[in-house]
C-alpha cells in the first residue's frame, strides 16, 4: 500500500528524507511538463522544478494539511513559472502562432525519400504549433488549460491554486479552449494517426 | 437550455466532469441545435489535439540536483533563535531605548510627578493651619493630630494630684 502524499510530507517533516525522495520521484515528470509547457525552456524548466522542490524542503517544518499536496506543489510552481516569465519578458520566448518560425525551429530540409524522417518531423511541427497555441495564451488561461487538460485536476482544485471561484474558472477554461479551437483548426482538419492506447479520449 | 448555457457548460460537459442531468440536458440541446453541435465537435477535435504534445523527461541528474541544492542550503543554528539578525538587533534596542526616552520625558509622565509632589504639598498646607494657630499648639488633643496615623499617641490627662502652676509661676514664695 503506497502512502498518501499527504502523509509522505508530514514523515518528510519528521525527518524522513526517504518520503521526499518518493515524491520528487513520482512529481518531477508532471513538474517539469508543466513549466516546460510554461516556459518553453528545458532548462528553465528544469531548474524552475528544482526550486519548486527546494522549496517544498524548506517549508517542510512548517507543513500543515490544510490541501492537497498537489495544490500546493502546483500552486509553488505556478508562482515559480509565472515570476520567470514576468522577469524575462524583456527577452520573452512567448511567440503566437503567427510570428515567424525562430531560428533553432525552422523545419530541416528533409530527404523526399525519406518518408519516416518525413512523419517524424510533421509530428514535431505539428506537436511545435500546439505548444505555442498554447505559449499564446494569457498567463492565467495558461495554467488553467496545463491543470485541467494535463494534469486533470478538478476545478476546485485548479480555482485554488489560481485563486478564483470555480465559475470564474469555467469561464476561464472556456475562453481558453475556444481561442486553441480557433487557432487548432488548420490543424485538425489534418490529423495524424494516433498512436493507439496512448490518448484519452474526451 | 440555450445556447449560452450550453456553452458555459461545454468544457465540463466533454471533459465528462458534468452530472448526469446536466449531460442530458446538453446532449438534448447538442441533439436539436447544430450550431452547438458543431462547435462541441470542434472543440472536441483541438481538445484531443492537445494530446499530441510528447512529453518532457527530466535529465537524468534531476533529483542529484536538487539534493545538491538541498545541501547547499544554509544549516539551522541551534543558537540561532538566541541571536537574531543584528540589524534587528539593533532595532529593537533603539526601539526600546526611545521608548524608555519617551515615556521618561512625556508630558504624562512629568505631569504625574508633578501631581504627586502637588498633593504632597496640599497636605503640608492642610495642616498648616494647626501648626500655626498657637492656641491650639497649646492644647496637645490638638497635637494629637498632627502625630503619625500608625503609632496614636495616647492624649495627656493633667495630673489632678498635681497642683497646677500659674502661668506666670508666682504665688510660690507667700
Sequence with gaps: MTSSDVQLMLDVKAGDDASFDVLLRKYRTPLVNFLYRMVRDTATAEDLAQEVFLRVYRARKDYSPSAKFTTWLFRIATNLALNSIRDNRHRSRDVSIDAPVEEDEAPLELPARETRIDQQMAERDRADTIRRAVTSLPEKQRVAVLLHKYEEMDYAEIAKILNCSESALKSLLFRAYETLRVQLAPLVAQPVAHRAGERRPL | ?174
Design chain 2, 1 to 174: 437550455m440555450k445556447c449560452e448555457d450550453v456553452a458555459r457548460e461545454l468544457i465540463p460537459y466533454l471533459d465528462r466532469r458534468a452530472n448526469s442531468a446536466l449531460r442530458m440536458e446538453i446532449e438534448d440541446h447538442l441533439a436539436a441545435c447544430a450550431a452547438c453541435h458543431a462547435r462541441a465537435q470542434e472543440f472536441r477535435k483541438a481538445w484531443t489535439a492537445l494530446d499530441d504534445v510528447p512529453l518532457v523527461e527530466p535529465s537524468l541528474n534531476f533529483n542529484a540536483r536538487v539534493r545538491e541544492r538541498i545541501a547547499a542550503e544554509p544549516r539551522p543554528r541551534w543558537f540561532r533563535w538566541l541571536v537574531p539578525q543584528p540589524r534587528l538587533a539593533l532595532s529593537v534596542a533603539l526601539l526600546l531605548a526611545l521608548g524608555l526616552w519617551v515615556a521618561r520625558f512625556s508630558p504624562s509622565a512629568r505631569q504625574e510627578q508633578t501631581s504627586a509632589v502637588k498633593a504632597q504639598d496640599f497636605e503640608a498646607v492642610k495642616d498648616l493651619g494647626v501648626i500655626e494657630n498657637l492656641d491650639v499648639l497649646t492644647k496637645f488633643d490638638a497635637l494629637s493630630e498632627l502625630a503619625p496615623t500608625d503609632s496614636p499617641q495616647p492624649p495627656v490627662q493633667p495630673d489632678s494630684s498635681q497642683p497646677s502652676q500659674p502661668a506666670d509661676g508666682g504665688g510660690g514664695d507667700m
